[in-house]
T-cell receptor
């Protein structure tokens, strides 16, 4: 049972335009959501996160939006740059009320930003 | 420099030959975990450890063992590797849970079992 879903295996965007990566989750106990970025031959690195008490978190060119009623989050990258080309993993966990010490990842979306 | 170090980075081995992938972190993190990444399957957790001498199974623990005798080290042991364990493995650590407790990943160990 896949609790975190990234339904788009890949996304191609022109440099300077907006990239929107989507993620859906099924477990209503999740209350903290993260995005990780992975370049080839490197480990994933933390990009941005959001708590379920918020609906938006912004860090420079990166913004994460959370729609709890739809169990959906999205990562917006504006403007997109060729260096953003990477695999992006969505992840979720339960932090409040006693964590289950488990971060559940989606399958990832390969973003390609074309010059 | 804060880091998670895995060794070896690349390994080709044969079925049944025991191997260990080491993992060490220098951030004094309590929590450590192993993941495998496979095409179309994303990152799946193998085992995790909340502290020294405390380990537990993740989603895909079959065929693997771990130990946590010291806080900084969390080796992954394949007692009798099989071809279905050919994968890219990542070790990760985090300070704890709550605000700021994000996962730090190593650079990965690519294992091929023939």
């Amino acid at each position: 049972d896949q609790q975190v879903k990234q339904n788009s295996p890949s996304l191609s965007v022109q440099e300077g335009r907006i990239s929107i990566l989507n993620c859906d989750y099924t477990n209503s106990m999740f209350d903290y959501f993260l995005w990780y970025k992975k370049y080839p031959a490197e480990g994933p690195t933390f990009l941005i996160s959001i708590s379920s008490i918020k609906d938006k978190n912004e860090d420079g060119r990166f913004t994460v939006f959370l729609n709890k009623s739809a169990k959906h989050l999205s990562l917006h990258i504006v403007p997109s740059q060729p260096g953003d080309s990477a695999v992006y993993f969505c992840a979720a966990e339960k932090r409040s009320g006693g964590s289950n010490y488990k971060l559940t990842f989606g399958k990832g979306t390969l973003l390609t930003v074309n010059p | 420099e804060a880091q998670v170090t895995q060794n070896p980075r690349y390994l080709i081995t044969v079925t049944g030959k025991k191997l260990t992938v080491t993992c060490s972190q220098n951030m004094n993190h309590e929590y450590m975990s192993w993941y495998r990444q496979d095409p179309g399957l994303g990152l799946r957790q193998i085992y995790y450890s909340m502290n020294v001498e405390v380990t537990d199974k993740g989603d895909v623990p079959e065929g693997y063992k771990v130990s946590r005798k010291e806080k900084r080290n969390f080796p992954l042991i394949l007692e009798s590797p099989s071809p279905n364990q050919t994968s890219l493995y990542f070790c990760a650590s985090r300070r704890g849970f709550g605000l700021g407790g994000e996962l730090f990943f190593g650079e990965g160990s690519r294992l091929t079992v023939l």
